[in-house]
């Protein structure tokens, strides 16, 4: 049996501010997917939430961008929006780009990650899921995982693995997508993935036999809506163990917090911090980024847990470690490299202030020309 692994998130409303979920709205959408698998229309399904954002997990048939599964996700997610308008949240309905559903909830809002497979004799399946950051916060740890031998052991000695794994690789501005094999081509990844703003891993497949490893959401909500409605805080679904990365390598590459777009008014960089679900409640100033990973074991597409990965002592250091390099950007205040560069900052209300200026520049240089001329004709005459 193909089983579909499908994680459908959104932020439909702030409490308070844009920091946490409400449980109210929280059951609401629960409940609405809740009566689909007693319908049978899913299999089984799971709601995790991080900071402001809510995310629908759902097991099935009906392949990826299935109608009636996208559709069971924005019913929910409108649903939640009634009770989040009803409770005058902030930002209610936020990441719900349009009044009317046509099938696909891609280019809607929502953020999407679904892979399909054939369910292994076990399964194990992690969804990361973050507030206060993009879609290319997953560049730096997805490269860990699949690529790098530093990282991942099982690259170097399980046979499955060794043959490595390839990345599509999708331009945010154009919409397209190339495929890169690892480790030949490797260099040619990162001279893309580095620049986080323009590209962003959608998939990752085992070279061995092609089979989906992982999967990220990738939607950036201000391309879509052109203007800034907040962050696309993003989801992945990542399989591990016998012939993946095991779990402990996957969730290695967190252990030592790195820096991604997002933070307060989706404007700033500031490290990913990983934290237990009950901390994934962003308040100083409006974070840090954080990062939940919940582990499940697929069994006959039935969720088996959650189990919070990152509630591990093993992780106080990284989060430690996060805290003290949020103060040193902090330190910038207003200052790039805390704040974003101008490019990034296009999609915000920063061009409505620098709009008012513009009127009032002047060529310097010019100035100085037409001085000089003045004082040229003063001694000639
Ligand atoms: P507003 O208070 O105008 O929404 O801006 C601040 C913010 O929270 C940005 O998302
Ligand atoms: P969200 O993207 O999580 O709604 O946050 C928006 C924001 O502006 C935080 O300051
Ligand atoms: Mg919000
Ligand atoms: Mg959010």
Known sequence: MKLTFSVIKADIGGYVGHSDTHPEVVNTVRSVVEEEVKKGNLIDMDILTCGDDIAIVMTHTHGVDSEIVHGIAWRAFEKGTEVAKKLKLYGAGQDLLTDAFSGNIKGLGPGV????????????????????????????????????????????????????????????????????????????????????????????????????????????????????????????IVRAQSGFPAVGEILEPFARPWIVEGWMRGSHNGPLMPVSFEDARPSRFDGPPRVI????????????????????????????????????????????????????????TLPKILKKLEGRFYDLEEQRLDKDQVLEKEDMD
């Open 113 to 236: 990650a679904e892979m399909e497979f054939e369910e292994r004799p076990s399964e194990p399946v992690i969804v990361f899921f973050a507030d206060k950051t993009s879609p290319s916060a997953w560049n730096l740890p997805l490269y860990e995982m699949f690529a790098d031998p530093m990282n991942t052991a099982g690259l170097v000695i399980d046979p499955k693995m060794h043959d490595g794994y390839t990345f599509e690789v999708l331009d945010v501005y154009t919409g397209k997508a190339v495929k890169l094999s690892t480790p030949a081509e490797l260099y040619d990844l990162l001279a893309l993935i580095g620049s986080v703003g323009k590209y962003v891993v959608k998939n990752v497949y085992r070279n061995y036999d092609g089979e989906i490893a992982a999967t990220a959401s990738t939607q950036r909500l201000s391309l879509m809506a052109g203007q800034y409605v907040g962050k696309d805080d993003p989801v992945m």
């Open 293 to 348: 990973a919940a582990g499940y074991q697929v069994a006959e597409g039935k969720l088996v847990g959650p189990t919070d990965l990152f509630k591990d002592p093993a992780f106080d250091k990284a989060r430690q470690s996060a805290q003290d390099m949020a103060d040193i950007l902090r330190r910038q205040g207003i200052f790039e490299p805390h704040r974003l560069p101008a490019e990034e900052m296009e999609y915000t």
